[in-house]
């Protein structure tokens, strides 16, 4: 018997530029957009490596684990590197970003990640970005793990590359990502002698190759599936529309903090910073964070994990992220970790799920989502 996940049909150039502006579409940009056939952080670090040089001045902010990850990148590549490393459970704050773009008037890049979904904290992307613009330097965003379910505003905010993967609250696949790229950075990737070249971390190929050619031959080796994956995920976005998509992200995090407080959970990141695509909790004092997840999921696959890296025996995470972006979803979540506390629990099961329905009917007032 032949799996129907075998022997997929080629995909032709114009399919794959056809997709190519699909994306460009909702992502409502006019910046040049190429389609890495890999996960979203291969294009994060061709952009640090493109744009990095020895004489180069860059902000970086230090979130975990991604915004580190990025300065570190630069590092390697050449540049002095100026790094922002936020409070415990915040996020940078921009008057801190002003700051440091007043105190060094030598950065000409400024990179950060505008949600990190290990801990579930959100940068103030809008104001951030404002402040670069305003010092003249270049804007690098990782929106791997924001778009779909924050805000985002490319073209509005000048961002010059932006980075993002359909995996997260585009629930698409995650072999396939997507790089947006100014014509200021195309220059001065291809000003810089240290810039990858005839690499996978070269984004200057994808602009010679694909961009600036006849387009009659798609770089490199087309991944069928993740291309097929990606379409249909796009098509369901443009279905349902990305503010009902967003809608639901922040419905659910309404829902996933009101639920845990009346739980006696108490949330990690601040209301102000909580990113949308996951929300992040603090685990009880005492309490292992990986042994609640263990025994809130025995028997049921509940969308509840553990903390990232070295947050994973004091956080808890409700994933929410896209087509787990639903109020069924966060109930389970709740009603299995109000089990799993036992006879730690401070609140009522039965309370924290009627909290969580209320907050989540406050945001989805605004029309129904199917």
Same mark, same amino acid.
């Given at each position: 018997?032949?799996?129907?996940?075998?022997?997929?049909?080629?995909?032709?150039?114009?399919?794959?530029?056809?997709?190519?502006?699909?994306?460009?579409?909702?992502?409502?940009?006019?910046?040049?957009?190429?389609?890495?056939?890999?996960?979203?952080?291969?294009?994060?670090?061709?952009?640090?490596?493109?744009?990095?040089?020895?004489?180069?001045?860059?902000?970086?902010?230090?979130?975990?684990?991604?915004?580190?990850?990025?300065?570190?990148?630069?590092?390697?590549?050449?540049?002095?590197?100026?790094?922002?490393?936020?409070?415990?459970?915040?996020?940078?704050?921009?008057?801190?970003?002003?700051?440091?773009?007043?105190?060094?008037?030598?950065?000409?890049?400024?990179?950060?990640?505008?949600?990190?979904?290990?801990?579930?904290?959100?940068?103030?992307?809008?104001?951030?970005?404002?402040?670069?613009?305003?010092?003249?330097?270049?804007?690098?965003?990782?929106?791997?793990?924001?778009?779909?379910?924050?805000?985002?505003?490319?073209?509005?905010?000048?961002?010059?590359?932006?980075?993002?993967?359909?995996?997260?609250?585009?629930?698409?696949?995650?072999?396939?990502?997507? $790089? +947006?790229?100014?014509?200021?950075?195309?220059?001065?990737?291809? /000003?810089?002698?240290? !810039?990858? =070249?005839?690499? *996978? #971390? %070269?984004?200057?190929?994808?602009?010679?190759?694909?961009?600036?050619?006849?387009?009659?031959?798609?770089?490199?080796?087309?991944?069928?599936?993740?291309?097929?994956?990606?379409?249909?995920?796009?098509?369901?976005?443009?279905?349902?529309?990305?503010?009902?998509?967003?809608?639901?992200?922040?419905?659910?995090?309404?829902?996933?903090?009101?639920?845990?407080?009346?739980?006696?959970?108490?949330?990690?990141?601040?209301?102000?910073?909580?990113?949308?695509?996951?929300?992040?909790? $603090? +685990?009880?004092?005492?309490?292992?964070?990986?042994?609640?997840? /263990?025994?809130?999921? !025995?028997? =049921?696959?509940? *969308? #509840? %994990?553990?903390?990232?890296?070295?947050?994973?025996?004091?956080?808890?995470?409700?994933?929410?992220?896209?087509?787990?972006?639903?109020?069924?979803?966060?109930?389970?979540?709740?009603?299995?970790?109000?089990?799993?506390?036992?006879?730690?629990?401070?609140?009522?099961?039965?309370?924290?799920?009627?909290?969580?329905?209320?907050?989540?009917?406050?945001?989805?007032?605004?029309?129904?989502?199917?």
């Amino acid at each position: 018997m032949t799996n129907p996940l075998l022997d997929p049909a080629p995909i032709s150039p114009a399919r794959f530029d056809r997709l190519g502006a699909s994306v460009a579409s909702l992502l409502e940009t006019r910046l040049e957009v190429v389609l890495p056939q890999a996960e979203a952080v291969l294009p994060l670090e061709a952009a640090a490596r493109g744009l990095s040089r020895p004489g180069l001045c860059a902000l970086n902010l230090d979130t975990n684990p991604y915004g580190t990850i990025f300065g570190r990148w630069l590092t390697e590549a050449g540049a002095t590197v100026i790094g922002l490393r936020p409070a415990d459970h915040q996020a940078v704050r921009p008057e801190a970003v002003e700051n440091a773009l007043r105190d060094h008037p030598e950065i000409s890049l400024l990179s950060f990640a505008h949600a990190e979904a290990a801990t579930g904290v959100a940068n103030d992307a809008a104001a951030i970005a404002g402040l670069t613009h305003d010092h003249g330097a270049m804007l690098v965003i990782d929106f791997v793990a924001s778009f779909g379910a924050q805000e985002v505003h490319i073209d509005k905010w000048a961002v010059d590359v932006a980075v993002l993967g359909p995996q997260k609250a585009l629930a698409g696949p995650s072999g396939i990502s997507v $790089a +947006a790229v100014s014509a200021r950075a195309w220059q001065e990737m291809s /000003a810089n002698p240290g !810039a990858p =070249r005839d690499s *996978a #971390l %070269s984004l200057l190929d994808w602009k010679q190759r694909w961009l600036d050619s006849d387009k009659s031959v798609i770089p490199g080796t087309p991944s069928p599936l993740e291309i097929i994956a990606f379409e249909a995920a796009i098509d369901r976005v443009f279905d349902e529309g990305i503010e009902s998509v967003r809608r639901r992200h922040r419905a659910c995090a309404a829902a996933s903090r009101a639920g845990a407080r009346a739980l006696g959970i108490a949330p990690f990141a601040t209301d102000a910073d909580a990113a949308l695509v996951a929300t992040t909790l $603090a +685990a009880p004092a005492g309490l292992d964070a990986r042994l609640l997840v /263990a025994r809130a999921r !025995a028997g =049921r696959p509940v *969308a #509840l %994990s553990a903390g990232y890296g070295e947050l994973g025996r004091h956080v808890l995470r409700i994933d929410h992220t896209g087509q787990r972006a639903r109020l069924e979803v966060v109930l389970e979540a709740l009603e299995a970790l109000g089990d799993a506390l036992a006879d730690a629990l401070v609140g009522s099961v039965p309370e924290a799920l009627a909290v969580a329905e209320q907050a989540w009917s406050a945001v989805e007032h605004v029309g129904p989502v199917s």
